[in-house]
């Protein structure tokens, strides 16, 4: 079955940098959109990043744009969110997902009911 699991998750202060990676099984990894969304305490689940499947397109939400930088390995299922200069605000529960290729366009890319999986999440804590 698909599995996608989530790590680098961890406790640090404003400023500082932090990798997500999330490695998928039991896809065919290239022929899915993988996206990252987050939920913190209270709110709703949202849109971080996203990695277009077909051409490896970049999307970002405006509150992380310029600081927050999405990658994948197609050799290594694995995609990865690289992001720095952390703030207090991004603290949340990250979660990996990926959607099939029919599911993704560039207008709902952003759009979580898209997605046909997700992993456990991975917290990020950013102190002040």
């Known amino acids: 079955q698909v599995q996608l699991v989530e790590s680098g998750g961890g406790l640090v202060q404003a400023g500082d940098s932090l990798r997500l990676s999330c490695a998928a099984s039991?896809?065919?990894?290239?022929?899915?959109?993988m996206g990252w969304f987050r939920q913190a305490p209270g709110k709703e689940r949202e849109f971080v990043a996203a990695?277009?499947?077909?051409?490896?397109?970049?999307y970002y939400a405006d509150s992380v744009k310029g600081r927050f930088t999405m990658s994948r390995s197609n050799a290594k299922n694995t995609v990865y969110l690289q992001m720095n200069s952390l703030k207090p605000e991004d603290t949340a529960n990250y979660y990996c997902?990926?959607?099939?290729?029919?599911?993704?366009?560039?207008?709902?890319?952003?759009?979580?009911?898209?997605?046909?999986?997700w992993g456990q999440g991975t917290q990020v804590t950013v102190s002040s």
């Open positions: 039991g896809l065919t990894f290239s022929a899915y959109t």
């Open positions: 997902a990926a959607a099939s290729a029919p599911n993704t366009n560039m207008l709902t890319i952003k759009n979580r009911v898209v997605y046909n999986y």
């Open positions: 990695i277009y499947w077909r051409d490896g397109s970049t």
